[in-house]
């Protein structure tokens, strides 16, 4: 089954963007780091803070995905009509998968722009990477790290952003669980379920 059948079968009418949370029923925001600053009094960047931040994304993920699990890696890259590194975009996955077999596999499609914006829908579209694959072929931690950086350029790692009109949005997709976890930045995440029941425990065994 690919992921679009997936979808429809699982979680009809929602489309794979952000604000999965107000697209479906059941499901849980959350805010990470919370009463922590990005920036020090001298305006550097607060490592404390990120590493708060990276430390709750990992748990949520953890808790969420298992290594017999099969998941469905997707990312949207937003490009504007006309660019000429589609193909480079390709490499998105290089740096975070392990095995050259799963690499093979990774499927792009080409979609329209998902932002209810009539204006730049005319000038952008959506380049939508996905492959299936279990945790153990990912690495994740680097994953989750470049989703969290997304508004800090001096933080790495980082995800490929080529020929782009706004950061890619990477999601993590459980197969087996019936699972959707979105990390937006570093501000927060977010996670949908088909059953309440999977995700209850959350609430309870994560440190936010």
Same mark, same amino acid.
């Given at each position: 089954m690919n992921v679009d059948d997936y979808l429809q079968t699982t979680f009809p009418n929602v489309i794979v963007k952000p604000s999965l949370f107000h697209q479906w029923d059941t499901g849980i925001h959350f805010a990470l780091a919370q009463g922590l600053n990005p920036f020090k009094d001298d305006g550097k960047l607060n490592a404390d803070m990120f590493e708060q931040v990276y430390r709750q994304a990992t748990a949520i993920f953890h808790d969420l995905f298992g290594n017999e699990d099969n998941i469905y890696l997707v990312t949207n890259v937003y490009q504007r009509k006309g660019c000429q590194n589609r193909k480079k975009?390709?490499?998105?996955y290089d740096r975070y998968l392990k095995r050259n077999e799963v690499k093979y596999h990774v499927r792009?499609?080409?979609?329209?722009?998902?932002?209810?914006?009539?204006?730049?829908?005319?000038q952008?579209?959506?380049s939508r990477f996905s492959v299936?694959?279990?945790? *153990?072929?990912?690495?994740?931690?680097?994953?989750i790290k470049a989703a969290c950086n997304e508004d800090f350029p001096p933080l790495k790692p980082r995800l490929n952003q080529s020929c782009c009109s706004y950061y890619p949005d990477l999601f993590f997709i459980n197969a087996t669980k019936n699972v959707i976890f979105f990390i937006y930045d570093?501000?927060?995440?977010?996670?949908?379920?088909?059953?309440?029941e999977v995700i209850? *425990?959350?609430?309870?065994?994560? *440190?936010?």
């Open positions: 975009t390709m490499k998105l792009q499609d080409i979609l329209q722009y998902v932002f209810h914006d009539e204006e730049e829908a005319d952008f579209y959506t299936k694959c279990r945790k *153990p072929d990912m690495k994740y931690t680097h994953m570093d501000r927060g995440c977010e996670v949908i379920a088909a059953d309440k209850r *425990p959350l609430c309870e065994n994560i *440190p936010i």
